[in-house]
């Protein structure tokens, strides 16, 4: 979950910069969705209840990490052509996909954002 500051700047961003499908709900939420993963998000003039984390999150408040499908140097280009500022990398890391290499930024309202990209299997081989 994220919160966010301004609804059109988050928008564009997540749906642009990170490729987010945006989703709209009946009730007035909005959520970005990733494949078959859903990024639920919090923002001004929108009441959730009570099912939201304790203490909820911030705008700022949020750690996320996403697989880039294509090569270090598409993704760099990409931040580029957005103008994103990126705060580390490319850095070798090791995630849930196995080792690989991430590049760190940042949201409009500063949560802290990592694409990582994982090597290709060799060609041939069965990935699972």
């Known amino acids: 979950m994220i919160a966010v500051t301004e609804w059109e700047r ?12 945006v989703v709209d709900h ?5 959520a970005f969705r990733f494949g078959d993963q859903q990024l639920n998000v919090h ?10 984390a304790d203490p909820p999150v911030v705008p700022g408040g ?20 957005h103008g994103v500022a990126v705060e580390a990398g490319p850095v070798q890391r090791h995630g849930g996909g196995g080792a690989g ?5 940042r949201d409009p309202d500063g949560s ?13 081989s069965v990935a699972g």
């Open 62 to 81: 949020s750690d996320l990490c996403l697989v880039w499908p294509g090569s270090v140097e598409d993704l760099s280009q990409h931040l580029t052509e």
């Open 10 to 21: 988050s928008i564009a961003f997540y749906r642009d910069v990170l490729g987010a499908r």
């Open 43 to 52: 923002g001004p003039g929108l009441d959730i209840g009570p099912l939201v």
């Open 112 to 124: 802290l954002l990592e694409f990582v990209v994982y090597p290709s299997p060799p060609s041939g």
């Open 101 to 105: 290499v991430s590049m760190y930024f």
């Open 26 to 30: 009946p009730d007035g939420r909005v």
